[in-house]
């Protein structure tokens, strides 16, 4: 007898669900029976599209039983938006059978590339800053949003070296593709923190480069201390562990200027219990709460 959850799930009645300025939690499959059991109060879930392009089988069970209750956000890391060469069309017509099929409220990938030929490397890759780089990042999210019919969030990566031949700071460039495309922002404070002591500049003053005003969502996670070769501080993105007080500290400053936005716990690594995941969702709440109330009792004196 067949398994029925092998079967494609009838998800034609799903409606876009909006996301609140809330937090949320990645979603993990050792986690979908005690969330579904529990019905926990939390924000939404946050899964990477590329672990959902199959027809069926047991993800996409679990995916539309969480859907049917939370809304979700579609994170990308396969479209290879820096890459030089064109953007895979197969694996864009896959990401829109997705979208389509689930109906997220949000959908970001990453500044990066990740492939050459015909070759897929495991690793989220940065790309320098400049003119020619600007043109095709560009070019890429046009097509990426042409073809989903909606916007897309581009996340700031998390850096190790600089470019030599970058002529503009990653904020700027930032910014540019945003006007210049219409897309959102994907600030990952986790990735601030890790570029900044890696390479050896101040976190606060990225972010006050940074085009806050574009940010339509916030990552929050957890980085791995390690040593160069030569014993100084190295962060490692590592997605492992709590976050870090240091993240902690920016994220408050951030939505104190910005405003509440959806903030997302990103653990991909030595996964923990749901319980302990909930926890850092609840702990982002407080903060987006309390940023909220602020602004309210600011406006409010006006």
């Not at 959908?107 to 492939?115: R, V």
């Not at 902690?248 to 995941?277: C, H, M, Q, Y």
Request: proline share 7%; hydrophobic share 40%.
């Amino acid at each position: 007898m067949k398994n029925a959850i092998q079967s494609p799930p009838d998800i034609s009645g799903f409606q876009p669900l909006p996301i609140g300025a809330r937090a949320g939690a990645g979603l993990k499959p050792e986690h979908v029976s005690q969330i579904m059991s529990d019905s926990p109060d939390i924000g939404f879930f946050e899964v990477h599209a590329e672990n959902y392009m199959g027809a069926g089988g047991l993800p996409h069970h679990q995916l539309s039983q969480i859907r049917s209750s939370y809304p979700i956000s579609l994170h990308g890391v396969g479209l290879s938006i820096g890459s030089e060469q064109p953007l895979d069309r197969e694996h864009l017509h896959r990401l829109k059978t997705l979208f389509d099929r689930y109906q997220p409220a949000l959908f970001s990938e990453h500044l990066a590339w990740s492939t050459h030929d015909n070759v897929f490397l495991n690793d989220l890759l940065p790309v320098p800053y400049n003119a020619e780089v600007l043109d095709r990042v560009c070019m890429h999210i046009d097509q990426v949003q042409e073809v989903l019919g909606t916007r897309m969030l581009l996340e700031n990566p998390s850096t190790y070296l600089a470019f030599a031949d970058s002529t503009m700071c990653e904020g700027s460039f930032l910014r540019e593709v945003a006007d210049r495309t219409g897309c959102g922002l994907l600030l990952d404070i986790n990735n601030v923190q890790v570029s900044a002591v890696n390479q050896d500049y101040c976190p606060r003053a990225y972010l006050n480069d940074f085009p806050i005003d574009k940010v339509e969502e916030i990552h929050l996670a957890g980085h791995a201390p390690d040593q160069d070769d030569e014993g100084r501080l190295l962060l490692i993105d590592a997605h492992d562990r709590e976050v870090s007080e240091s993240v902690w500290r920016l994220f408050e400053e951030v939505v104190k200027a910005s405003g509440p936005v959806p903030t997302l716990i990103e653990w991909d690594n030595d996964i923990p219990a749901w319980p302990i995941l909930l926890q850092e969702a609840a702990k982002a709440d407080l903060v987006l709460t309390s940023a909220n109330r602020e602004n309210y009792f600011a406006t409010s004196r006006r």
